[in-house]
C-alpha cells in the first residue's frame, strides 16, 4: 500500500464548476498536509497547508482534513481555465521527508 | 515569500558526460534541501535530502556515486548527473523548506541525454 494514494484523474470540469480533489494516506502518524498545483514543465507551487482536522480557506480554494479517516481533500469553487493543472497532495513525515501523492490532472474547459 | 531558483531549466547532453545542476534559495536560508525527479505524468520521487556542511541522505535506489549533491553554503546545493545515460532523462526539481514546514520548490530542470 502507497503511504499517499491520488487518483491520477484526469478531470474534466467546466467553467465555474465546484472541484473536489482527494487523498487518503495511510500513517496516523503524519501530521502536516499540503497541497501543490503544478503547471506543466515548472516546478510544484504550494497553495495550501494544515496540521489540523478541520477546514482552512483561502480564497476560492479550501482544505480539509479528516484525520479519523486519514483523508484529505482540496475543493476549489468558480474553478477557471487557468486553475487547470496538475494537484498534488503531500504530507510530511518523519524527519520533514515529504511524500507526494500521484498528482490529479485538472482541466477546465471555458 | 521564499524564492527558490533552478538552474538550469533545460540541459542537453551527450551520453558520458556530466551535468550540473544548481538550486538557490534567494531570501531565505536553507539548511535542508532536497532533490525530486520527475518522469512524464508522474508524481516527484525523493532522490535525496540534502544538508548544509555535511553528506547528503539518498533514498533507497539512488545511486550516491552517479548523483552528487554537494550542500556547501545556506543558500546554495548543487546536483550533479555523473557519466549520464539516456535513461537518466527526467525532470529534475529541488525543494527548499522554510520555518513554516511549507516546502518552496525550484521550477525544474529538465535533462535530456542522447
Known amino acids: 500500500q502507497k503511504e499517499v494514494e491520488q487518483d491520477p484523474g484526469p478531470l474534466s470540469v467546466p467553467e465555474g464548476a465546484i472541484v473536489s480533489l482527494n487523498c487518503t494516506y495511510s500513517?496516523?502518524?503524519?501530521?502536516?498536509f499540503m497541497w501543490y498545483r503544478q503547471y506543466s514543465r515548472k516546478g510544484p507551487e504550494l497553495l495550501m497547508y494544515?496540521?489540523?482536522?478541520g477546514n482552512k480557506e483561502d480564497g476560492r480554494f479550501t482544505a480539509q482534513v479528516d484525520k479519523s479517516s486519514k483523508y484529505i481533500s482540496l475543493f476549489i469553487r468558480d474553478s477557471q481555465p487557468s486553475d487547470s493543472a496538475t494537484y498534488l497532495c503531500a504530507v510530511v513525515a518523519g524527519g520533514f521527508k515529504t511524500i507526494f501523492g500521484a498528482g490529479t490532472r485538472l482541466f477546465v474547459k471555458a | 515569500g521564499a524564492v527558490v531558483s533552478q538552474h538550469p531549466s533545460r540541459v542537453i547532453c551527450k551520453s558520458g558526460t556530466s551535468v550540473k545542476i544548481e538550486c538557490r534559495s534567494l531570501d531565505f536560508q536553507a539548511t535542508t534541501m532536497f532533490w525530486y525527479r520527475q518522469f512524464p505524468k508522474q508524481s516527484l520521487m525523493l532522490m535525496a535530502t540534502s544538508n548544509e556542511g555535511s553528506k547528503a541522505t539518498y533514498e533507497q535506489g539512488v545511486e550516491k556515486d552517479k548523483f552528487l549533491i554537494n550542500h556547501a553554503s545556506l543558500t546554495l546545493s548543487t546536483l550533479t548527473v555523473t557519466s549520464a545515460h539516456p535513461e537518466d532523462s527526467s525532470f529534475y526539481i529541488c525543494s527548499a523548506r522554510d520555518t513554516n514546514y511549507g516546502y518552496t520548490f525550484g521550477s525544474g530542470t529538465r535533462l535530456t541525454v542522447v
Open positions: 494544515t496540521y489540523s482536522s
Open positions: 500513517n496516523s502518524a503524519f501530521q502536516y
